[in-house]
Protein backbone atom coordinates (compact mmCIF):
# COMPACT_ATOMS: atom_id res chain seq x y z
CA UNK A 1 0.00 0.00 0.00
CA UNK A 2 1.35 3.73 -0.86
CA UNK A 3 2.08 5.94 1.71
CA UNK A 4 -0.50 8.91 -0.03
CA UNK A 5 -3.86 5.61 -0.02
CA UNK A 6 -2.61 5.07 3.60
CA UNK A 7 -3.49 8.54 4.53
CA UNK A 8 -6.18 9.02 2.31
CA UNK A 9 -7.77 5.76 3.86
CA UNK A 10 -7.15 7.21 7.71
CA UNK A 11 -5.03 4.63 8.24
CA UNK A 12 -2.03 7.12 9.15
CA UNK A 13 -2.64 10.98 10.85
CA UNK A 14 -1.60 13.72 9.34
CA UNK A 15 1.88 13.93 11.37
CA UNK A 16 2.76 9.97 10.96
CA UNK A 17 2.41 10.42 7.49
CA UNK A 18 4.62 13.52 7.18
CA UNK A 19 7.26 11.88 9.23
CA UNK A 20 7.53 8.74 7.30
CA UNK A 21 7.89 10.90 4.11
CA UNK A 22 10.04 13.07 5.07
CA UNK A 23 12.07 9.86 6.13
CA UNK A 24 11.47 8.58 2.50
CA UNK A 25 12.51 11.63 0.92
CA UNK A 26 15.63 11.12 3.09
CA UNK A 27 16.34 7.77 2.06
CA UNK A 28 16.09 9.01 -2.00
CA UNK A 29 18.40 11.37 -1.44
CA UNK A 30 20.71 9.23 0.33
CA UNK A 31 20.12 6.84 -2.32
CA UNK A 32 20.71 9.47 -5.24
CA UNK A 33 24.15 10.87 -4.15
CA UNK A 34 25.10 6.78 -3.57
CA UNK A 35 24.45 6.31 -7.41
CA UNK A 36 26.41 9.64 -8.10
CA UNK A 37 29.42 8.41 -5.99
CA UNK A 38 29.26 4.92 -7.19
CA UNK A 39 28.72 6.33 -11.19
CA UNK A 40 31.79 8.51 -10.51
CA UNK A 41 34.09 5.96 -9.62
CA UNK A 42 33.10 3.71 -12.44
CA UNK A 43 34.09 6.98 -14.70
CA UNK A 44 36.93 6.91 -12.99
CA UNK A 45 38.09 3.41 -13.32
CA UNK A 46 37.36 2.89 -16.91
CA UNK A 47 39.17 6.74 -17.39
CA UNK A 48 42.66 5.04 -15.85
CA UNK A 49 42.15 1.91 -17.78
CA UNK A 50 41.55 3.49 -20.96
CA UNK A 51 44.87 5.71 -20.21
CA UNK A 52 46.36 2.39 -19.58
CA UNK A 53 45.66 0.92 -23.00
CA UNK A 54 46.38 3.91 -24.49
CA UNK A 55 50.00 3.95 -22.62
CA UNK A 56 50.50 0.19 -23.42
CA UNK A 57 49.66 0.52 -27.43
CA UNK A 58 52.18 3.17 -27.21
CA UNK A 59 54.97 2.72 -24.98
CA UNK A 60 57.52 1.10 -27.26
CA UNK A 61 57.26 3.70 -29.51
CA UNK A 62 57.21 6.56 -27.74
CA UNK A 63 59.97 5.35 -25.63
CA UNK A 64 62.62 4.31 -28.82
CA UNK A 65 61.49 7.88 -30.24
CA UNK A 66 61.64 10.33 -26.50
CA UNK A 67 64.61 11.88 -25.08
CA UNK A 68 66.03 11.54 -22.23
CA UNK A 69 63.54 13.41 -20.28
CA UNK A 70 60.72 11.69 -22.09
CA UNK A 71 61.86 8.20 -21.53
CA UNK A 72 62.04 8.82 -17.87
CA UNK A 73 59.05 9.99 -17.68
CA UNK A 74 57.25 6.76 -19.54
CA UNK A 75 59.12 4.84 -17.17
CA UNK A 76 57.48 6.66 -13.70
CA UNK A 77 54.42 6.41 -15.52
CA UNK A 78 54.22 2.73 -15.74
CA UNK A 79 56.65 1.16 -13.26
CA UNK A 80 56.45 1.71 -9.36
CA UNK A 81 59.65 0.60 -6.58
CA UNK A 82 62.35 1.20 -9.05
CA UNK A 83 65.51 -0.19 -7.49
CA UNK A 84 68.92 0.52 -8.76
CA UNK A 85 71.55 -1.69 -6.82
CA UNK A 86 75.57 -1.72 -8.27
CA UNK A 87 74.90 -3.50 -11.65
CA UNK A 88 70.76 -4.51 -11.54
CA UNK A 89 67.89 -2.69 -12.15
CA UNK A 90 64.64 -3.85 -10.53
CA UNK A 91 61.10 -2.36 -11.06
CA UNK A 92 57.40 -3.28 -10.54
CA UNK A 93 54.78 -2.58 -12.53
CA UNK A 94 52.57 0.55 -11.41
CA UNK A 95 48.94 -0.39 -10.18
CA UNK A 96 47.27 2.62 -12.30
Do not use: P, V
Not at 29 to 42: D, I, M, P, S, V
Amino acid sequence: MRLTDALLDDLLDQELFENRKRSLLLERKALRERLEGLTATHQSASAKLIEFLELAKRASLSYRSGNLYEKRDLLKSITSNLEWTETTLSLSYAHL
